[in-house]
């Protein structure tokens, strides 16, 4: 059983910044692929960033160049830093990881809300 827990949401201005973490229980990183989602208000969850299984990333359209994943292996802890927020950005952040092997395997974190305003 994996688990994980999100934070480091809040209310951030047009333009701020915030960074999130997603702590994991143990090592997993060797056999789970890190990703985080959002979802806003009648929207489904969507894809923000994630590690592939070759070690790249890939992000979402919308925060490319304003998004980036980053990882520390000996922490066992996932960042999401977001620069430039837009109010557009605001949702909850879930935090992913999904079993290399067996893609059906996945687990989430509780959640964190981020909410950019003015």
């Known amino acids: 059983q994996v688990q994980l827990v999100e934070s480091g949401g809040g209310l951030v201005q047009p333009g701020g910044s915030l960074r999130l973490s997603c702590a994991a229980s143990?090592?997993?990183?060797?056999?789970?692929?890190m990703g985080w989602y959002r979802q806003a208000p009648g929207n489904e969850r969507d894809l923000v960033a994630a590690f592939t299984s070759a070690g790249s990333t890939n992000y979402a359209d919308s925060v490319k160049g304003r998004f980036t994943i980053s990882r520390d292996n000996a922490k066992n802890t996932v960042y999401l830093q977001m620069n430039s927020l837009k109010p557009e950005d605001t949702a909850v952040y879930f935090c992913?990881?999904?079993?290399?092997?067996?893609?059906?395997?996945?687990?989430w974190g509780q959640g964190t809300q981020v909410t950019v305003s003015s």
């Open positions: 143990g090592s997993i990183f060797s056999t789970y692929d």
């Open positions: 992913n990881a999904q079993d290399r092997i067996i893609r059906t395997l996945t687990y």
